[in-house]
Each structure stands twice: as C-alpha cells, then as structure tokens.
C-alpha cells in the first residue's frame, strides 16, 4: 500500500495525530425527550445544582481534564473520543456570549471527577461558567449515560445534552472533534429558533 492511502486510512480511522475516533454506539438513543430527575450536582462556583430546573441549558458532558502538571494518562489516546476535553471547555468558554445570545441561560461542563479536581480546571481555563461533578454517578445512573472504566476511574463518555425546562430536547453524540463543539452547539440552537 502506497504511503499516502495508508495515511489516508490511518486518519479515517483514528483522526488527526492518530486519535481514536468515536463511533455511535446508540447508548444515547433513549435520551431524547426524557424528563432530567432532581438530582444535585455539587459545581465550581460553590452552589449545588439541579439540571432538572431551569430554562434552556447546555451541558457538555466530558471524560477528564488532565491535571495542569502531567498529561494524559498511558494509552488516552487510543480511547475512541477520550482526548480533547481541555478544547471542548475552552471552545464553550471562547463562545460564551454568543450561546447566551442563541437562548441558552445556563451552560455547565460536567464529569465524574471531584468539585476539588475540577476547581483547578476552571480556573486554570478561566471558564466563566461553573463544572460540575457526578462523582457519585447518580445523575449518570439514573439517565443511564454511557460510561467506560479506565484506571479504576469510573468516566462518561463525551456528549452534549440540550435541556429545556428539564426534558432532554437534543442530544450531540458522538462529538467529535471536541473542540467543534461549541459551534455545532450553536448552530443547532440557531436553526431551532427559526
């Protein structure tokens, strides 16, 4: 096989740089139009929230962000969509003000790790918007998101869950890249509102 196509093959399958790409596994599929149950999620800003109130809502759902010293963990990459959840927030932090401009009143990232771990993310990222932590996976279990282990870590797969008045409208799934996402966001509420 020439050099090029075998390239050319290596990214259809594993992405730019040799990422593993996600594929839809249709663990999702049973979302759309379900009802968020009142659960509180410990977040960033010190408050406790409640997906299941509130206007329209965005949260984007990621793996883990690396800690700001170290990197990935041995063998990240070839997890088919871990990779990117650093991108994905500072993509939702880059279009802040236009998602507020689109409708959306509350905009959150969320993991399985620990409100401490993840106080250091926001900052460092600067976000102006708060992460939150299911590191109980109750909300995970109870919507019975997709979740995978790695390390004795227990994390959810990267997806994005549009929410109006607690009903689960939208649901992006693969997302890939995850750096694009913010814009996909967008451009989904956009054409809603048309």
Known sequence: MEKGREAAMAEKEFGPGHLALPEDDGKVAHLRGLQIPSIGLAATDGTTVDLAEGGLTVVYVYPRTS??????????????????????????RDHFAELKGVGVERLFGLSTQSTDYQKEAAERLHLPFPLLSDSSLSLSRALELPLFEVRGMTLI??????????????????????????????AWLSSRRT
Not at 67 to 84: F, K, N, S, T, Y
Not at 159 to 181: C, K, M, W
């Open 67 to 92: 800690p700001a010293v170290g990197g990935a963990l041995e063998g990240w990459d070839a997890i088919p969509g871990a990779r990117g959840c650093t991108s994905q927030s500072c993509a939702f």
């Open 157 to 186: 797969k990267r997806l994005t869950l549009i929410i109006d008045n607690g009903r689960i409208e939208h649901v992006f799934y693969p997302v890939s890249p995850p750096e694009r996402n913010a814009s996909d966001v967008m």
